[in-house]
């Protein structure tokens, strides 16, 4: 039996035995997702952009890194990377980090109801790799510095000026994601042995204080979980991955997204997305590309992921075909859109404004391969409602 067929056959038959296999709350199926036709449609041809995108969709471009944005006096800073937008009246603002070390830091745009750009600010300056991030129910973003020991950085996109929150940990940081249920940020981490952890603030709201635990689970792709403190945060000398015996090791964590009593995050060592379903304590893959069948699997370099209004998954490439890919609630996957001619590039900070008819994400080296050539983009259509 080939590895894959073999692989996809003990994961559903663990799954069969032990877990109801849900990729969304209410969704009974029995697999991770598979291949299948877009519920878009295909692929038109690239536009000017070099963006190939379905039928209805348009793109633009909204900045370019070492260029001042449109309508404002902010030059875009170098290597677009982990994104998120916040709801401004009638607009909204689309926040921006910038992975470059030194410098990185992180702007903000600010839009009108129109999707026309109305401002532009620096919200964070002076550190170090920032990544990816998460934002907040009160409205902060959280920017994560992907170096050893790297600090989260609460900023107001807003206004105000940004905090270093050294009570969530110093490890290598990658995406956070907010989960106002049981009132604590999910981490994860991008190292090859890394771990994937929440963050419990002694008060819901403000993050200067409280608790950094980590999931604690066996070695399989499906099973049970719990979560136990991590004694020292600082990570020093001991690094906070191997402070608890027990925890979980995930192969390069990247993007993380909460929503409905689940947490999703991706693996890019392995090319995974992994499922936390938060009312029964269990994980599951909610995708892994050698479980692919029939034919190739069309998401590999799994890197940043977010949620749409009507609940299917975008999840980018870091590599891979330059494709940003979709699945849906009934765990199908297929490509939503591919740029073509920036091979040496990643896509990022995939995320949609309020109404869910714009997705904002940028190639962090565009046509360059340089951090100096970031392209952000915004993407309009009839995105399912």
Known sequence: MKRRNFLRASVLGAGAMALPFTLWE?????????????????????DANGILLPAGFTGQVIARSGQTVPGTSLTWHNAPDGGACFADGAGWIYVSNSEINPGGGASAIRFTSSGAVQSAQRILTGTRQNCAGGKTPWNTWLSCEEVSRGFVYETYPFGGAAVQRAAMGRFKHEAAAADPVRRVIYLTEDESNGRFYRFVPSTWGDLSGGTLQVLVAGSSTSGSFSWANVPDPDGSPTATRSQVSGSKSFNGGEGCHYADDTVWFTTKGDNRLWQLNLANNTYELAYDDSLVSPGSPPLTGVDNVTGSTGGDLYVAEDGGNMEICMITPNDQISVFL????????????????????????????????????????????????
Do not use: H, K
């Not at 209410?26 to 690239?46: C, E, F, K, M, R």
């Open 26 to 46: 209410g969704t009974a199926l029995a697999a991770p997702a598979q291949n299948a036709p877009s519920p878009y449609g295909p692929l038109g041809s690239a």
């Open 338 to 385: 591919r740029i073509s001619g920036q091979g040496s590039s990643e896509i990022t900070g995939p995320a949609f404004n309020p109404a869910g008819d714009r997705l904002y994400f940028s190639s962090q080296r565009g046509t360059s391969g340089s951090s100096s050539g970031g392209i952000t983009y915004c993407v309009t259509g009839p995105f399912r409602p």
